[in-house]
């Protein structure tokens, strides 16, 4: 299966408008990761459910009751489309945000995107970006949960511990690499171990793959 992974990056939106289209529990998610994020988004969708209503009368989003319209991506550096099953759509929608250079997501439909978007594991200051480039996302949602249940609140005063050190040494110590080897130091036994268990389906495929390799002799 031949897939791009892309490269990653992380896009700063804060003050920037971005184009959330559709109007479910889907449009939702995405609205509030944006509106964490920092921008300022614009939800068009000729209806919305009650998280984005009560987001659009509070002003918190900007609510265009009507479908899509190609106007919509002038000065907007990103749009999500979360309307599932209209490939056709998707596919034009991608020309048009190629046509006026804007990223773009869509739902389900990785090859009308321009930009995927991971599964994101956050405990504090910290952020953990799971992705299968588009084959599995599924697996990217429950390998989230389980990061988010390792990285729990100790992790994240960690870290903002380590952030404050590295304010201090950069007051105290104008040599670049004892600040590095001081950071070094307070990261020594640091280590982040885990173990996968697999599906009881994945095993018993596995295992019956390794049992008609045996039979033919090409173990």
Known sequence: MAVNPGFPLVLDVQGWTVLVIGGDDEAAEKTDRLL?????????????????????????VIHRGRHFRDADLDHTILALNTIRGDRDFARALLAKAREKGVLLWSVDFPEASSV??????????????????????????????????????????????????????????????KRRALLREALDGFRLLGKVHYPKVWLEKRAAKAQGMDKTGNA
């Open 36 to 60: 964490a994020s920092g921008a300022r988004v614009t939800v068009i969708s000729p209806t919305l459910n009650e998280p984005l209503r009560n987001l659009a009368a509070s002003g918190k």
């Open 116 to 177: 995927t978007m991971p599964a994101v594991a956050a405990s504090g200051h910290a952020r953990v970006a799971v992705s299968t480039s588009g084959v599995a996302p599924a697996l990217s949602g429950f390998m989230k949960e389980d990061l988010e249940r390792i990285l729990d609140t100790e992790f994240a005063a960690f870290v903002d511990w380590l952030g404050e050190l590295r304010e201090q040494a950069k007051k105290d110590e104008p040599d670049a690499e």
